[in-house]
C-alpha cells in the first residue's frame, strides 16, 4: 500500500499551535475512517483523533476540546489542528486509516515529530 504523507510536526512551546496534514491515496482515503495517532517516548502508540467518511469525529480525553481533525475529500487530505499545546503533546504522531473488518489500511511509517517545550 502507499503510504500516506505526514507532514507539519515541529518544536513549539507551551500554548503553541501547530497544524498537521497527512495526504493519502485515493483507495486510503475511501475506508471507513482516517484518524491521527501518537506514541510519546517511551509510551505505546494510541489514538489522538478519528473522522469518518460521513464526517463524525472522535478525540482522547485528553486533547478535546483543544485539537481539531478535518478532512478535505478533494485532497485527499486529513487535517490535525493542535492548539494550546502542552509538554505532553510531545510524541511522534501518525496517519492511518481503519479498514473493513478492522485493522489499519498501512503499516506505520515514520510519522512526524511534535516536540511541545514547557
Known amino acids: 500500500q502507499v503510504q500516506p504523507v505526514e507532514s507539519g510536526g515541529g518544536s513549539v512551546q507551551t500554548g503553541g499551535s501547530l497544524r498537521l496534514s497527512c495526504a493519502a491515496s485515493?483507495?486510503?482515503?475511501?475506508?471507513?475512517?482516517m484518524g491521527w495517532y501518537r506514541q510519546p517516548p517511551g509510551k505505546q502508540r494510541e489514538l489522538v483523533a478519528r473522522i469518518t467518511r460521513g464526517g463524525r469525529t472522535n478525540y482522547a480525553d485528553s486533547v478535546q476540546g483543544r485539537f481539531t481533525i478535518s478532512r478535505d475529500n478533494a485532497k485527499n487530505t486529513v487535517y490535525l489542528q493542535m492548539n494550546s499545546l502542552k509538554p505532553e503533546d510531545t510524541a511522534v504522531y501518525y496517519c492511518?486509516?481503519?479498514?473493513?473488518?478492522?485493522?489499519?489500511?498501512?503499516?506505520w511509517g515514520q510519522g512526524t515529530q511534535v516536540t511541545v517545550s514547557s
Open positions: 492511518n486509516a481503519e479498514v473493513y473488518g478492522g485493522g489499519f489500511y498501512v503499516r
Open positions: 485515493e483507495s486510503m482515503f475511501s475506508m471507513p475512517a
